[in-house]
């Protein structure tokens, strides 16, 4: 929508379309509330967000670009639009979230000549920086007209269109949403080793970095790396909001650690602990003793209660735990630190055997084609609800009553005066000045293309969160996930693979170690390795981009001198799933509209009815009375891959478990609780 067609009047105006604030632009939509929903950038989900290795190249030249570049504030256009009795508060128009970004290429630069015979030469060409942004400007700007999703509504038009389309046919057999049915082992064997999503690997084929560009709308790289627990709030809020039908995910098939110079399989569930080859007899029957107490430690206070103060660690070594057993709970299945307190570790514990078993042997799944994936859904059933979006369109200033000291209105950058009730701002644009401190947290990331798993197996189509150690006292614990081409993140033949972990230092510091330790990086780019047989046995770096992202997840409303209507949403953390940014979106919600539920489920399609080109309602935009045949076979026709749901209204608990007690493929069957 065109800024001069903009309405003058919204109860809720966001800036910034992360995660946060997509689900509090989702949930504010779906009870009715008229949305504003802006973006200063040219995609969706701000630092949650996912790109083609192209259009990464682009972000990459826009961030050296905008250090360079001194960004002057008009304030003349928005001064002449503040009246008597009113007070501005200007907006950031930089974004200085991350920093210390670097990037190295290992892979060949050479043109493959066997490809240019077969093809012309304009099929690829040698590109730089430069060439890449222009080319995926161009791929963006005619990406931004398609939408995704299975439901369609009048209201469609204004929904977030996908920055990374990819052509190819999604996989199906080994992708589902959430609340699919299970098969057999037998069948998900059978897929695995036939499914034509495993294409044959070719000998020994060297990738060049022209490759990657020419494959680059293959990937789906994420600037943040998140899975999501199968008893998280955000599965429990994809589930309840109806909003799971506009992805697919699939489950992290195994566990890793890194141990004396090896990757090993950590084991989770009662098979792997007595399965596992690491751990001696004594050893099994320790973890299995201590893993069963973690269940229910709450009815056991005496166990623990000398260690509440303590470390989870001390707790550990006082249970008699070898440093082996150690090491596998405190990194690899509570996933905390060497300074958690007990009580937190037990807890972290716990909620990691529960979510055992819901949709497969671990306890997470991931979005197919990335994370960014997710923000989109949330801003596509805004959209659906009337929710109006513009990307590459921001606020210059706040607009405030002298009187009451709240947001009556804002100023966006084209000079339109728009007025609000309430105001929703990602913390990105927030001026130094309106802070109460300016020292922040921050988190390390890397983000590798390599040519092999870290540890091959029958079956290479799998994902694998992988925990390291701290390699030395003063060098944090680093989580890795790899991710492989059917998790449709990545070209066949590569593996996607993401570092994170908070910082110490900047990116390169604290992770370049941890790279070299696991992967084989050439000196000279497509140099073959050749220090011996455990370097070559090593998976080649082929990409490599670190930088740090302010971790802003421990401020709240008091780290703020703003309006008590306007609402900041942090960014990312450093933790491995995404509950923070989905309690927050909540909270953020409940002050809003303290008397709404918050995110009800939306309606399937075959429940929706149409007058015209627009769906009545109130509010939501449907009606479950009657619909006539024709719309009838209209939202059959847009809904026939998902199951129809009993009622619109939110299920019962009993319901609920129904619906999510359903493992999809590539899973096996969840466990009775």
């Known amino acids: 929508m065109a800024a001069e067609e903009l309405p003058s009047q919204f109860d809720v105006v966001i800036l910034g379309t992360g995660l946060t604030e997509s689900v509090i632009a989702a949930a504010c939509s779906r009870v009715g509330q008229s949305v504003l929903h802006l973006d200063r950038r040219n995609y969706y989900a701000g630092n949650w967000a996912s790109f083609s290795f192209n259009g990464l190249l682009s972000w990459i030249e826009e961030y050296k670009n905008q250090q360079e570049v001194q960004i002057t504030e008009s304030e003349q256009v928005w001064r002449s639009l503040i009246d008597e009795g009113e007070d501005a508060v200007p907006l950031s128009a930089l974004d200085s979230s991350v920093s210390n970004l670097e990037v190295f290429c290992y892979a060949s630069k050479e043109e493959e000549k066997e490809e240019e015979t077969k093809a012309p030469l304009t099929s690829f060409q040698p590109v730089n920086a430069e060439t890449v942004s222009e080319e995926t400007n161009s791929d963006s700007t005619e990406a931004q007209d398609t939408v995704t999703g299975d439901d369609t509504t009048a209201s469609d038009a204004q929904t977030p269109k996908q920055e990374h389309e990819v052509s190819e046919p999604k996989e199906e057999q080994h992708?589902?949403?959430?609340?699919?049915?299970?098969?057999?082992?037998?069948?998900?064997?059978?897929?695995?080793?036939?499914?034509?999503?495993?294409?044959?690997?070719?000998?020994?084929?060297?990738?060049?970095?022209?490759?990657?560009?020419?494959?680059?709308?293959?990937?789906?790289?994420?600037?943040?790396?998140?899975?999501?627990?199968?008893?998280?709030?955000l599965v429990d809020?994809?589930?309840?909001?109806?909003?799971?039908?506009?992805?697919?995910?699939?489950?992290?098939?195994?566990?890793?650690?890194y141990r004396n110079g090896k990757v090993e399989?950590?084991?989770?569930s009662r098979a792997d602990v007595f399965?596992?080859?690491?751990?001696?007899?004594?050893e099994k029957r320790m973890l299995m003793k201590f893993l069963t107490f973690c269940l229910d430690f709450e009815q056991h206070p005496e166990e623990y209660q000398d260690y509440t103060e303590k470390p989870f660690r001390e707790f550990l070594k006082n249970k008699k735990l070898t440093e082996n057993l150690q090491d596998f709970i405190l990194h690899s299945i509570a996933l905390v630190t060497q300074l958690t307190l007990t009580e937190e570790g037990l807890?972290?514990?716990?909620?990691?055997?529960?979510?055992?078993?819901?949709?497969?042997?671990?306890?997470?799944?991931?979005?197919?084609?990335?994370?960014?994936?997710?923000?989109?859904?949330?801003?596509?059933?805004?959209?659906?609800?009337?929710?109006?979006?513009?990307?590459?369109?921001?606020?210059?200033?706040?607009?405030?009553?002298?009187?009451?000291?709240?947001?009556?209105?804002?100023?966006?950058?084209?000079?339109?005066?728009?007025?609000?009730?309430?105001?929703v701002v990602e913390d990105s644009y927030i001026r130094d000045e309106q802070r109460q401190s300016t020292t922040y947290r921050q988190i390390s990331r890397a983000v590798l293309i390599t040519d092999r798993s870290v540890l091959p197996s029958e079956s290479d189509q799998q994902i694998s969160l992988v925990t390291i150690p701290p390699l030395d006292s003063s060098a944090p614990a680093v989580r890795m996930v790899e991710l492989c081409s059917s998790s449709m993140t990545c070209m066949p033949g590569t593996y996607l693979v993401h570092l994170t972990c908070s910082s110490s230092g900047t990116a390169q510091e604290d992770l370049a170690p941890v790279v070299s330790q696991l992967f084989h990086v050439s000196t000279?780019?497509?140099?073959?390795?050749?220090?011996?047989?455990?370097?070559?046995?090593?998976?080649?770096?082929?990409?490599?981009?670190?930088?740090?992202?302010?971790?802003?997840?421990?401020?709240?409303?008091?780290?703020?001198?703003?309006?008590?209507?306007?609402?900041?949403?942090?960014?990312?953390?450093?933790?491995?799933?995404?509950d923070h940014s989905i309690k927050l979106a909540e909270s953020v919600f409940r002050h809003i509209l303290p008397d709404e539920e918050f995110c009800p489920p939306a309606p399937n399609p075959e429940d929706i009815i149409y007058d015209g080109d627009a769906p009545q309602a109130e509010g939501p935009g449907f009606d479950q009375s009657t619909n006539s045949e024709a719309d009838k076979s209209q939202a059959e026709e847009e809904g026939a891959s998902h199951e129809k749901s009993p009622s619109t209204e939110s299920p019962e608990p009993a319901e609920m478990d129904r619906v999510t007690q359903q493992a999809p493929p590539d899973t096996t069957p969840p466990s009775e609780e």
């Open 524 to 578: 000279i780019p497509g140099e073959e390795p050749s220090e011996g047989a455990e370097e070559r046995s090593k998976p080649a770096v082929l990409w490599v981009m670190y930088f740090n992202m302010r971790d802003t997840s421990a401020l709240d409303s008091s780290s703020y001198s703003l309006p008590s209507n306007v609402h900041v949403c942090t960014g990312p953390d450093s933790s491995l799933c995404s």
């Open 175 to 233: 992708t589902s949403d959430i609340s699919e049915p299970s098969q057999s082992q037998e069948e998900k064997e059978s897929q695995l080793i036939s499914s034509p999503a495993d294409p044959p690997v070719e000998v020994e084929k060297k990738i060049t970095y022209q490759k990657l560009v020419k494959e680059g709308r293959r990937f789906n790289i994420d600037l943040v790396s998140k899975l999501m627990y199968s008893r998280g709030a």
């Open 265 to 268: 399989q950590v084991p989770c």
């Open 347 to 423: 807890r972290a514990t716990q909620h990691f055997l529960r979510c055992l078993g819901r949709y497969g042997n671990t306890p997470f799944l991931f979005t197919l084609y990335g994370l960014g994936e997710i923000p989109q859904c949330f801003c596509r059933m805004c959209a659906v609800f009337g929710g109006i979006y513009c990307l590459r369109h921001s606020v210059e200033c706040l607009v405030v009553d002298k009187g009451s000291n709240k947001v009556k209105a804002v100023i966006d950058t084209r000079g339109q005066r728009i007025s609000c009730s309430h105001f």
């Open 237 to 257: 809020l994809l589930i309840k909001s109806n909003v799971s039908r506009y992805a697919e995910f699939k489950n992290i098939g195994r566990i890793l650690t």
């Open 275 to 282: 399965a596992s080859k690491q751990l001696s007899v004594v």
